[in-house]
Nanobody, 126 residues
Framework: QVQLVESGGGSVQPGGSLRISCVAS????????MGWFRQAPGKEREFVAG????????EYADSVKGRFTISRDDAKNMVSMQMNSLKPEDTAVYYC???????????????????WGQGTQVTVSS
């Protein structure tokens, strides 16, 4: 079984930066696509970014391109996301997720991910 634990959320003013991270237990991390999703109150959970394990290819939602950067450190079983130029509309609970082992394509749907963390709150407000 894989457990994902997020950290690093918090409150920041518009234009500020935050870095959130997710540590995975288990041996599958290095061969699993990792993703970040977010869910704002009253809205559906949406894809933010993902990174493959095979070639470290990345994908981003249009709303965060150029502002967010996802990265992975297989030695630490960790995936992180640097979030810059944060906007109030980035406020949400951010979830780390993992695809089934050995699938290499980053997908942007929640159904494609089978392991989920508990989430970390990110609030952008003045």
């Amino acid at each position: 079984q894989v457990q994902l634990v997020e950290s690093g959320g918090g409150s920041v003013q518009p234009g500020g930066s935050l870095r959130i991270s997710c540590v995975a237990s288990g041996r599958i991390f290095s061969s699993s696509v990792m993703g970040w999703f977010r869910q704002a109150p009253g809205k559906e959970r949406e894809f933010v970014a993902g990174v493959s394990w095979s070639d470290s290819a990345t994908e981003y939602a249009d709303s965060v391109k150029g502002r967010f950067t996802i990265s992975r450190d297989d030695a630490k079983n960790m995936v992180s996301m640097q979030m810059n130029s944060l906007k109030p509309e980035d406020t949400a609970v951010y979830y780390c997720a993992a695809r089934r082992q050995f699938l290499s394509i980053v997908q942007n749907t929640t159904a494609a991910y089978i392991y989920w963390g508990q989430g970390t709150q990110v609030t952008v407000s003045s």
